[in-house]
């Protein structure tokens, strides 16, 4: 009687979270949102994953973030993209089921899936725990790209995904699900420079682009103890960034407001998602300053920028999201210290996505949105 009651339940649990795909070795079952083309409209997609490996675990997933990189792509602004692509690298959810060699994880347990899901794993970078630098290009990452032998990556706008343990993150107990999957690029990319330009208290920093990116650096620049400036394009968002600590709030588009900012910042940090005045914001550097460029515009919208304006021993530079240690750092230190997205929920509609695209270009939407994947149909 108990060994079918727990036979019984068993079954019931694989049920609800398809965990029978890892015991019989076949790929997994998925449904979510595809883009065909690079008119990157979203549409419902039915696919399968690779079945669940010795090291890879099944992620049910519960939420997924909508990145400014996924509209990017999805419209192959950054080149031509791989296609059919399903976006979504902020993904949080709950391990479904784990190979036999997981160590990591255990069924039950909340995860995370951020812009990878494997590098060479040998590389000086790699070993560093810097997988996005791996020397030898063998950077895999969630969606529109390929895996070593060939087949292309699909992403987290989908109820499920099948990643190596070392490539999936640990949520922290109690970390507040409906908002956490966001952090996973945006917390990540916008942590990482601030810890490796060494932002401290006292320090006087700025943020350019106040969105889904933006926001979560004043949150952790001010958490360090640093006085932040905000700089974005309109007053809409004005009393947001006083209200998560900032000390002021700039629209670069009022000439008054940009006064006497010159000399100012010993760091920049830029989220523009388009062209804009690179020039500008080098001179409100102090000497020795620097100018961290996260906003990747699409290939027609770069900006350019005179070489001369760097005199003054100014430095600019790029940055490309976190490695995995330090994602999971910026996760711990989030959950801690209650940082999180502003975010607009939506339901898994392919309609709602694709309003939602127009919203983040228009600028229609404060911070970010994030897909209820529970409501996949
Ligand atoms: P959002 O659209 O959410 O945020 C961009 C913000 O910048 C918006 O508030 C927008 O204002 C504001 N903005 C637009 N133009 C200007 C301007 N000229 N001056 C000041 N502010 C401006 O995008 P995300 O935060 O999701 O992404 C930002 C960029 O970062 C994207 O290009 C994305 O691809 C890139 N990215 C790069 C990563 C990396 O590893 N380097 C990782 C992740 C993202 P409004 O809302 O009014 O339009
Ligand atoms: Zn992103």
Same mark, same amino acid.
């Given at each position: *009687?108990?060994?079918?009651?727990?036979?019984?339940?068993?079954?019931?649990?694989?049920?609800?979270?398809?965990?029978?795909?890892? /015991?019989? %070795?076949?790929?997994?079952?998925?449904?979510?949102?595809?883009?065909?083309?690079?008119?990157?409209?979203?549409?419902?997609?039915?696919?399968?994953?690779?079945?669940? &490996?010795?090291?890879?675990?099944?992620?049910?997933?519960?939420?997924?973030?909508?990145?400014?990189?996924?509209?990017?792509?999805?419209?192959?602004?950054?080149?031509?993209?791989?296609?059919?692509?399903?976006? &979504?690298?902020?993904?949080?959810?709950?391990? @479904?089921?784990?190979?036999?060699?997981?160590? %990591?994880?255990?069924?039950?347990?909340?995860? $995370?899936?951020?812009?990878?899901?494997?590098?060479?794993?040998?590389?000086?970078?790699?070993?560093?725990?810097?997988?996005?630098?791996?020397?030898?290009? %063998?950077?895999?990452? +969630?969606?529109?790209?390929?895996?070593?032998?060939? +087949?292309?990556?699909? $992403?987290?706008?989908?109820?499920?995904?099948?990643?190596?343990?070392?490539?999936?993150?640990?949520?922290?107990?109690?970390?507040?699900?409906?908002?956490?999957?966001?952090?996973?690029?945006?917390?990540?990319?916008?942590?990482?420079?601030?810890?490796? +330009?060494?932002?401290?208290?006292?320090?006087?920093?700025?943020?350019?682009?106040?969105?889904?990116?933006?926001?979560?650096?004043?949150?952790?620049?001010? =958490?360090?103890?640093?006085?932040?400036?905000?700089?974005?394009? =309109?007053?809409?968002?004005?009393?947001?960034?006083?209200? *998560?600590?900032?000390?002021?709030?700039?629209?670069?588009?009022?000439?008054?407001?940009?006064?006497?900012?010159?000399? =100012?910042?010993?760091?920049?940090?830029?989220?523009?998602? /388009?062209?804009?005045?690179?020039?500008?914001?080098?001179?409100?550097?102090?000497?020795?300053?620097?100018?961290?460029?996260?906003?990747?515009?699409?290939?027609?919208?770069?900006?350019?920028?005179?070489?001369? @304006?760097?005199?003054?021993?100014?430095?600019?530079?790029?940055?490309?999201?976190?490695?995995?240690?330090?994602?999971?750092?910026?996760?711990?230190? =989030?959950?801690?210290?209650?940082?999180?997205?502003?975010?607009?929920?939506?339901?898994?509609? @392919?309609? @709602?996505?694709?309003?939602?695209?127009?919203?983040?270009?228009?600028?229609?939407? %404060?911070?970010?949105?994030?897909?209820?994947?529970? +409501?996949?149909?």
């Amino acid at each position: *009687m108990k060994k079918t009651a727990i036979i019984l339940s068993a079954l019931l649990i694989g049920a609800v979270t398809g965990i029978q795909a890892q /015991t019989d %070795k076949s790929p997994v079952k998925s449904k979510g949102f595809v883009a065909m083309d690079k008119q990157g409209i979203l549409q419902p997609y039915e696919f399968e994953r690779r079945a669940v &490996g010795d090291h890879d675990i099944l992620i049910e997933i519960m939420y997924s973030g909508i990145c400014h990189s996924d509209i990017h792509q999805a419209r192959s602004e950054w080149g031509e993209s791989i296609y059919p692509m399903v976006p &979504g690298h902020e993904i949080a959810g709950r391990v @479904a089921a784990v190979g036999k060699d997981v160590t %990591k994880f255990k069924v039950g347990d909340m995860a $995370g899936v951020g812009c990878m899901v494997n590098s060479c794993g040998e590389c000086e970078h790699c070993r560093n725990g810097e997988e996005q630098y791996c020397d030898n290009g %063998k950077t895999v990452y +969630t969606y529109n790209s390929r895996e070593w032998d060939g +087949t292309p990556t699909l $992403g987290g706008y989908s109820n499920n995904i099948v990643v190596t343990e070392d490539f999936a993150l640990k949520i922290p107990e109690g970390a507040d699900m409906k908002r956490i999957a966001p952090l996973l690029c945006a917390g990540a990319t916008t942590y990482s420079p601030l810890r490796f +330009t060494g932002v401290k208290k006292g320090d006087k920093i700025a943020v350019a682009g106040f969105g889904g990116l933006g926001h979560l650096a004043v949150q952790y620049a001010v =958490s360090f103890g640093a006085e932040v400036t905000v700089f974005d394009i =309109s007053d809409e968002k004005r009393a947001d960034a006083l209200r *998560m600590g900032a000390m002021r709030y700039v629209n670069v588009n009022n000439p008054a407001e940009m006064k006497e900012l010159g000399n =100012s910042f010993r760091v920049i940090i830029s989220t523009i998602p /388009t062209n804009f005045d690179v020039e500008q914001y080098v001179n409100m550097l102090k000497v020795d300053g620097e100018l961290v460029l996260i906003g990747m515009p699409s290939h027609d919208q770069l900006p350019m920028l005179n070489v001369e @304006a760097l005199r003054m021993r100014k430095k600019v530079m790029g940055t490309l999201i976190a490695g995995i240690p330090e994602t999971q750092e910026m996760l711990d230190y =989030s959950v801690a210290h209650n940082i999180y997205p502003e975010v607009e929920m939506l339901e898994a509609d @392919a309609e @709602a996505i694709n309003r939602a695209y127009r919203n983040v270009v228009d600028g229609k939407v %404060k911070f970010r949105y994030v897909i209820d994947m529970g +409501t996949l149909r």
